[in-house]
């Protein structure tokens, strides 16, 4: 009898870091249902010095019958913001208070300890110490930041002011609805209020949705900007150039990953590994202040697996996102039926076979956003089995290169021929999340 699972419940955390030799949960049945309970990304984690990765991510699911080379397809079947309030801005980091890299090896500057436990003290920039020493210890400082409350719907929020913040920091924890297996110091404690009675408009997405790497990889880093940080770093994640080629890109903050979205995820190890986290309330493309609005949440996620993918059926070398329509770019929505009959009316009078076509939006990462579009050009050339100058033709036509993440998310979304999402096998999904026929 399979030990396999219809539902998999997750409410426990890695330390940061997804590592393919950790045990994994589940597994979840082919078709089966992943629902969990995810931690703040982000601020919360990056001045919790415990934590080895800047993020806090869940424990990764198995996939029963997933093996390398294979893909997972994931369906976004919900997303539920439980925060109550959430705070961020934009980041500089702090010189002697990590070991290379702020997010992965943070220390305490006058001990030289890595990753010392801390506890808070008061609200403030300074509220995390050592719990040993009582020195300030986090590797950031917030240079500009607002604290934003949410309404009983979670549909708006409008950012606070000092009396206000500084309320909500001193009770941080349940304004965050923190996860109870969370350690993270939530960044409310930090009571940041620069900006002052902006309205904002809820859109939640998930921005950690991914499979495990086949290397440990600090979570915040399984993506080609981030990651990039690790070749020849200091500390003990440090990796060669080669190394990179074993991420598999989860950390994409791309706002389409959201309620209604298709992600199907490379598997580069046994049982794939899927793990979620770092949920944001809302955020413009390019996230160019560098974080935005982490926030707890409850996310249901359907699973399924699919072999033989890509044009030669040896696998996904990234992420392929199926949004919802209304997340296309214009030139890469399906035609109307009025679009389609005048354009075969048009192709018909010269004699030619229109193409069918649907919507595909391929991810690239790489260290800035030029490398990160060649990456996704060339993975979306692979997949489909075209040239990437043919892939660039489509995508100037039919798409466009859209920023997940400055410096190095991009999406390469453009309308493909039919048969050649059928000979990746991917054809079905597009077909079932854009209504389309043969």
Same mark, same amino acid.
């Given at each position: 009898?399979?030990?396999?699972?219809?539902?998999?419940?997750?409410?426990?955390?890695?330390?940061?870091?997804?590592?393919?030799?950790?045990?994994?949960?589940?597994?979840?049945?082919?078709?089966?249902?992943?629902?969990?309970?995810?931690?703040?990304?982000?601020?919360?984690?990056?001045?919790?010095?415990?934590?080895?990765?800047?993020?806090?991510?869940?424990?990764?699911?198995?996939?029963?019958?997933?093996?390398?080379?294979?893909?997972?397809?994931?369906?976004?079947?919900?997303?539920?913001?439980?925060?109550?309030?959430?705070?961020?801005?934009?980041?500089?980091?702090?010189?002697?208070?990590?070991?290379?890299?702020?997010?992965?090896?943070?220390?305490?500057?006058?001990?030289?300890?890595?990753?010392?436990?801390?506890?808070?003290?008061?609200?403030?920039?300074?509220?995390?110490?050592?719990?040993?020493?009582?020195?300030?210890?986090?590797?950031?400082?917030?240079?500009?930041?607002?604290?934003?409350?949410?309404?009983?719907?979670?549909?708006?929020?409008?950012?606070?002011?000092?009396?206000?913040?500084?309320?909500?920091?001193?009770?941080?924890?349940?304004?965050?609805?923190?996860?109870?297996?969370?350690?993270?110091?939530?960044?409310?404690?930090?009571?940041?209020?620069?900006?002052?009675?902006?309205?904002?408009?809820?859109?939640?997405?998930?921005?950690?949705?991914?499979?495990?790497?086949?290397?440990?990889?600090?979570?915040?880093?399984?993506?080609?900007?981030?990651?990039?940080?690790?070749?020849?770093?200091?500390?003990?994640?440090?990796?060669?150039?080669?190394?990179?080629?074993?991420?598999?890109?989860?950390?994409?903050?791309?706002?389409?990953?959201?309620?209604?979205?298709?992600?199907?995820?490379?598997?580069?190890?046994?049982?794939?590994?899927?793990?979620?986290?770092?949920?944001?309330?809302?955020?413009?493309?390019?996230?160019?202040?560098?974080?935005?609005?982490?926030?707890?949440?409850?996310?249901?996620?359907?699973?399924?697996?699919?072999?033989?993918?890509?044009?030669?059926?040896?696998?996904?070398?990234?992420?392929?996102?199926?949004?919802?329509?209304?997340?296309?770019?214009?030139?890469?929505?399906?035609?109307?039926?009025?679009?389609?009959?005048?354009?075969?009316?048009?192709?018909?009078?010269?004699? #030619?076979?229109?193409?069918? +076509? =649907? *919507?595909? %939006?391929?991810?690239?990462?790489?260290?800035?956003?030029?490398? @990160?579009? !060649?990456?996704?050009?060339?993975?979306?050339?692979?997949?489909?089995?075209?040239?990437?100058?043919?892939?660039?033709?489509?995508?100037?036509?039919?798409?466009?290169?859209?920023?997940?993440?400055?410096?190095?998310? #991009?999406?390469?979304?453009? +309308? =493909? *021929?039919? %048969?050649?999402?059928?000979?990746?096998?991917?054809?079905?999904? @597009?077909? !079932?999340?854009?209504?389309?026929?043969?």
């Amino acid at each position: 009898m399979s030990s396999s699972k219809r539902n998999v419940l997750v409410s426990s955390f890695t330390n940061g870091i997804l590592d393919p030799e950790k045990p994994m949960l589940g597994p979840v049945q082919d078709g089966g249902f992943i629902l969990a309970n995810t931690a703040p990304g982000c601020w919360g984690p990056m001045i919790t010095p415990r934590l080895h990765g800047g993020h806090e991510v869940t424990q990764p699911v198995a996939v029963e019958g997933a093996e390398p080379g294979d893909a997972v397809v994931i369906r976004i079947r919900n997303i539920s913001v439980t925060s109550v309030a959430t705070a961020s801005g934009h980041d500089e980091f702090v010189e002697g208070h990590f070991l290379g890299d702020p997010y992965v090896a943070a220390r305490n500057p006058r001990t030289g300890e890595l990753r010392p436990e801390t506890r808070v003290e008061g609200i403030g920039q300074e509220a995390v110490r050592d719990a040993e020493t009582g020195d300030p210890v986090t590797p950031f400082r917030m240079v500009n930041g607002y604290t934003v409350i949410f309404d009983e719907t979670r549909q708006v929020g409008v950012t606070v002011d000092k009396k206000s913040a500084e309320e909500i920091g001193r009770d941080a924890e349940r304004w965050a609805a923190l996860p109870d297996g969370s350690v993270q110091h939530p960044i409310l404690v930090w009571a940041p209020h620069d900006l002052v009675g902006i309205p904002v408009r809820l859109r939640p997405f998930l921005g950690q949705l991914g499979t495990t790497p086949s290397i440990p990889f600090p979570d915040s880093h399984n993506a080609g900007d981030f990651g990039s940080a690790l070749i020849d770093a200091p500390h003990e994640y440090g990796i060669p150039a080669e190394d990179l080629a074993h991420r598999t890109d989860g950390h994409m903050d791309i706002d389409a990953v959201r309620q209604g979205c298709i992600v199907v995820a490379p598997v580069r190890v046994p049982g794939a590994g899927i793990y979620v986290g770092d949920m944001h309330a809302m955020q413009g493309d390019g996230e160019i202040a560098g974080h935005t609005t982490d926030v707890s949440g409850s996310v249901t996620l359907q699973v399924h697996l699919l072999k033989g993918i890509g044009a030669k059926g040896d696998g996904l070398e990234g992420p392929v996102l199926f949004p919802l329509t209304e997340d296309l770019p214009p030139l890469a929505k399906p035609l109307s039926p009025e679009e389609e009959a005048k354009a075969r009316k048009l192709a018909e009078s010269r004699g #030619i076979a229109m193409e069918t +076509l =649907a *919507p595909i %939006s391929v991810v690239g990462t790489g260290p800035d956003l030029n490398v @990160a579009t !060649e990456n996704g050009l060339r993975r979306a050339a692979k997949l489909l089995g075209m040239t990437v100058p043919e892939v660039r033709n489509r995508a100037t036509i039919t798409g466009g290169i859209e920023i997940g993440r400055h410096p190095g998310v #991009i999406q390469v979304t453009f +309308l =493909a *021929p039919l %048969s050649s999402l059928d000979n990746a096998g991917l054809g079905d999904l @597009a077909r !079932e999340q854009y209504g389309l026929g043969d």
